[in-house]
């Protein structure tokens, strides 16, 4: 059996939100993972220093199985795009998981499909999310029924970890883990706002 896992990417999309979950869904027996966008061709990252490629039309795939929304800068503007709304909401319809990481929950919040919700998204934009519909929480992962939420940028791993488990078991999921040699040993304790200092949030804030 396959499964089509939808990434749709944009210009200003932050690079690992995408790759992170297709390093661990690409590994999973039978996936097709599909780079998509409004209109095939480069999608540069909001840095701008990093292109990633659609090779097609969001259009092409109206019913994945599995839809996971990247984040980045360039989500202020797809909050707004009715055309890309519209795929989220049909995709949405048929799909087995619909995911997102970062700033990605805020499209699928526009889209409606968080809605009395638990959701999260990059801590920044919390509040945000929660205008949208959501009841926003600080946690890396949420699970919410067919809907997963993830927190910022690396915490995208987890979510496909973990999506991965309902998918296809907690063993494969494990396998793929040890694949990628995900082992996470961060030199510094300050990944989240309950372990860094004010100091070090302050400054995370300026360099958003």
């Given at each position: 059996m396959t499964m089509d896992v939808a990434i749709p990417i944009f210009d200003g999309l932050t690079a690992l939100d995408a790759i992170g979950p297709y390093e661990v869904l690409s590994r999973l027996p039978g996936a097709r993972v599909h780079f998509l966008a409004l209109e095939p061709g480069a999608k540069r990252t909001g840095n701008h220093?990093?292109?990633?490629?659609?090779?097609?039309?969001?259009?092409?795939m109206p019913h994945p199985d599995v839809i996971v929304f990247p984040g980045g800068p360039g989500t202020d503007t797809l909050m707004h795009d009715e055309a890309v709304l519209a795929w989220v909401r049909q995709a949405h319809e048929r799909s087995q998981w619909t995911t997102s990481v970062c700033t990605g929950?805020?499209?699928?919040?526009?889209?409606?499909?968080?809605?009395?919700?638990?959701?999260?998204?990059?801590?920044?934009?919390?509040?945000?999310?929660?205008?949208?519909?959501?009841?926003?929480?600080?946690?890396?992962?949420?699970?919410?029924?067919?809907?997963?939420t993830a927190a910022g940028v690396s915490s995208g791993i987890d979510m496909a970890l973990v999506l991965a488990a309902r998918i296809a078991g907690e063993d494969v999921a494990q396998a793929i883990q040890l694949r990628i040699e995900y082992d996470p040993q961060p030199p510094f304790d300050a990944g989240s706002t309950d372990k860094a200092s004010p100091e070090i949030i302050e400054l995370a804030r300026d360099r958003s």
């Open positions: 220093m990093l292109a990633l490629t659609a090779d097609e039309a969001l259009s092409e929950a805020l499209v699928l919040g526009a889209a409606g499909i968080l809605a009395g919700l638990e959701a999260t998204t990059h801590w920044l934009y919390l509040e945000q999310l929660g205008e949208l519909g959501a009841t926003p929480v600080s946690r890396r992962v949420v699970e919410q029924g067919k809907v997963i």
